[in-house]
């Protein structure tokens, strides 16, 4: 499949049972302060909905468990990448994505030779306390040129603050997808929220 020009990311199974039905391509599961069986548990069911509706599902963090349970995408942070085991990521055939906020870790990710890069937060985030400032459009367009300089052809996905107003922006300055948090699980409405990222996406 060719990368999403969106896709959720949801903080846990049942997120994903209701949205995965709407005709969305991706969606990435981000689990926290779950246990060790319920994060085998969520990852197994969740990846056993998304094929049921032919959605490709990220795994977040968990990449023991993905491993072991057959996901195709994990994604990782820089704290985990450090602590991860590459080679048997690769050697299980598993599609990497790494979480970037500046240049050194972006380098940091480029080294790893991932699928696709993610930068963030490129919009002030209420979901959570980051410590990095907001990255704004401007940075958007220099990973693209960056990424486009190493001949790496990864795909660049923007993640924070993004909604519906603003992924036209982004998308102008150059990010091939934008993974979404807040403007779907804080909306009135979610599933008519994704219906909404879908018809603004089919048009790029």
Request: glycine share 6%; net charge negative.
């Amino acid at each position: 499949m060719s990368f999403p020009r969106f896709y959720p990311v949801m903080p846990e199974l049942e997120w994903i049972e209701r949205i995965a039905p709407l005709g969305i391509e991706m969606v990435q599961l981000r689990l926290k302060e779950a246990s060790d069986d319920q994060i085998y548990h969520q990852i197994a069911q969740a990846l056993e909905v998304c094929a049921q509706h032919n959605v490709q599902l990220i795994v977040n963090d968990y990449w023991q468990a993905a491993i072991e349970l057959g996901a195709d995408y994990i994604h990782l942070g820089q704290e985990d990448l450090a602590s991860c085991d590459l080679g048997a990521i690769k050697q299980a055939g598993i599609k990497l994505g790494i979480s970037t906020h500046s240049e050194e870790e972006l380098a940091t990710a480029l080294a790893a030779e991932p699928d696709y890069i993610a930068l963030g937060p490129v919009y002030k985030t209420i979901l959570k306390e980051m410590k990095w400032d907001p990255q704004g459009l401007l940075t958007v367009t220099q990973w693209c040129e960056k990424i486009e300089r190493e001949k790496t052809g990864l795909p660049l996905v923007a993640i924070g603050g993004i909604n519906l107003e603003r992924a036209t922006h982004v998308f102008a300055a150059g990010a091939d997808s934008c993974a979404v948090v807040t403007d779907i699980v804080t909306a009135s409405d979610p599933r008519e929220q994704v219906q909404k990222w879908n018809l603004l996406t089919n048009g790029f």
